[in-house]
Nanobody, 123 residues
Framework: QVQLVESGGGSVQAGGSLRLSCASS????????MAWFRQAPGKQREGVAI???????RYADSVKGRFTISKDNAKNTLYLQMNSLKPEDTAMYYC?????????????????WGQGTQVTVSS
């Protein structure tokens, strides 16, 4: 069935950049809504960015202007370009997908999830 695998996380200093990838199988990005979530220790999971099957995007206020979500339909891969990273961006980042719901920040609305990739930003 649907499988999602994140990669690209790592440790960087404040002001640096990282690009996260989410490789998928079992479906096409043309039909699914894709999103990035993150969760830091002791905090609730929060939505970071969303991209609909038609290409429309939505960003959390905390990352707007710094992060960019995109996808390559030919490769069935989702990306999150993160620039001007801050220590508060430190978290486990997850790729999520859903066939029928989109443009929502509620984790429960996404049926498929990846394993997560750790991002650590030092000051």
């Amino acid at each position: 069935q649907v499988q999602l695998v994140e990669s690209g996380g790592g440790s960087v200093q404040a002001g640096g950049s990282l690009r996260l990838s989410c490789a998928s199988s079992g479906y096409s990005y043309l039909s699914y809504c894709m999103a990035w979530f993150r969760q830091a220790p002791g905090k609730q999971r929060e939505g970071v960015a969303i991209i609909a099957s038609g290409g429309s995007t939505r960003y959390a206020d905390s990352v707007k202007g710094r992060f960019t979500i995109s996808k390559d339909n030919a490769k069935n891969t989702l990306y999150l370009q993160m620039n001007s990273l801050k220590p508060e961006d430190t978290a486990m980042y997850y790729c999520a997908a859903d066939r029928f719901r989109c443009m929502t920040w509620a984790p429960a609305n996404y049926n498929y999830w990846g394993q997560g990739t750790q991002v650590t930003v030092s000051s």
